[in-house]
T-cell receptor
Framework: AQTVTQSQPEMSVQEAETVTLSCTYD???????LFWYKQPPSRQMILVIR??????QNATENRFSVNFQKAAKSFSLKISDSQLGDAAMYFC???????????????FGKGTLLTVNP | NAGVTQTPKFRILKIGQSMTLQCAQD?????MYWYRQDPGMGLKLIYY???????DKGEVPNGYNVSRSTTEDFPLRLELAAPSQTSVYFC??????????FGPGTRLTVT
């Protein structure tokens, strides 16, 4: 079974600084997707960024970017120019790409609680 | 588009009671999922569906049942509620590959 590990239960960053959240995963599949979801105090799960395993280029979305290291099975999230609104729980998630087997179910890590200090 | 909607937002149940958590999506997604989130944990999959009339168990299905009679609706039934089912429940839906859209969650307390 696939597993997702987030080794940092909590992180903090100063406003306008950069922070990197770590995620490692374990899979024997070659076709899969990786995601970072944000969960603010409202509890709503919000997709931040996604990465397809077959793409070598790291995904970026405005201030959010990933460092995808396929051989190392590592998928870290970098938040640049951190803002107070970035404070939230961040979850790394994995999905197989093979619909015949997994039906695109997500496996989540336990999350990293990010605090942004003014 | 309303996206994924869930009702109720909050509920308190007594041990042994039953209830149904409602989930609906208006994006015509084939895939729908139910997750639970316990304090300090990530989400765990309870049940999922790949289309109307087709459901399957996830990682933690015990104590729950689902049905999928339409593309839009995917209710989750709790029978004989137990304190271990105290959690936040999320419904999600997606197209085939990966990106899931989540509802706002239902906070359930069983006492």
């Amino acid at each position: 079974a696939q597993t997702v590990t987030q080794s940092q239960p909590e992180m903090s960053v100063q406003e306008a600084e950069t922070v990197t959240l770590s995620c490692t995963y374990d899979t024997s599949e070659s076709d899969y997707y990786l995601f970072w979801y944000k969960q603010p105090p409202s509890r709503q799960m919000i997709l931040v960024i996604r990465q397809e395993a077959y793409k070598q280029q790291n995904a970026t979305e405005n201030r959010f970017s990933v460092n995808f290291q396929k051989a190392a099975k590592s998928f870290s999230l970098k938040i640049s120019d951190s803002q107070l609104g970035d404070a939230a729980m961040y979850f790394c998630a994995y999905s197989d790409g093979n619909s015949g087997g997994s039906n695109y179910k997500l496996t989540f890590g336990k999350g990293t609680l990010l605090t942004v200090n003014p | 588009n309303a996206g994924v909607t869930q009702t109720p937002k909050f509920r308190i149940l007594k041990i042994g009671q039953s209830m149904t958590l409602q989930c609906a999506q208006d994006m015509n997604h084939n895939y729908m999922y139910w997750y639970r989130q316990d304090p300090g944990m990530g989400l765990k999959l309870i049940y999922y569906s790949v289309g109307a009339g087709i459901t399957d168990k996830g990682e933690v299905p015990n104590g729950y049942n689902v049905s999928r009679s339409t593309t839009e609706d995917f209710p989750l039934r709790l029978e004989l509620a137990a304190p271990s089912q105290t959690s936040v429940y999320f419904c999600a839906s997606s197209w085939a590959f990966g990106e899931q859209y989540f509802g706002p969650g239902t906070r359930l307390t069983v006492t």
